[in-house]
């Protein structure tokens, strides 16, 4: 519940490749800690991938090239 609800304020403010590697890195982290039998279950196992849909660049308005 606490994972969900952290991952769920984060999807507010980063993309979901960043959330994507958190969770990676986090999953793992705890995928030892039930190997190594200090707690029984991950929580992260719950969360699912988030989507990487990538925006691509758009090509600046001549009014923003002036600018730059």
Do not use: W
Request: a positive charge.
């Amino acid at each position: 519940q606490v994972v969900r609800l952290f991952f769920s304020d984060l999807e507010k403010k980063i993309q979901g490749k960043t959330l994507n590697n958190y969770r990676t890195f986090l999953k793992q982290a705890f995928n030892y800690f039930v190997e190594q039998e200090l707690i029984r279950k991950n929580p992260f196992s719950v969360i699912k991938k988030y989507s990487q849909s990538c925006q691509s660049a758009r090509p600046l308005p001549e009014h923003e090239r002036i600018m730059v």
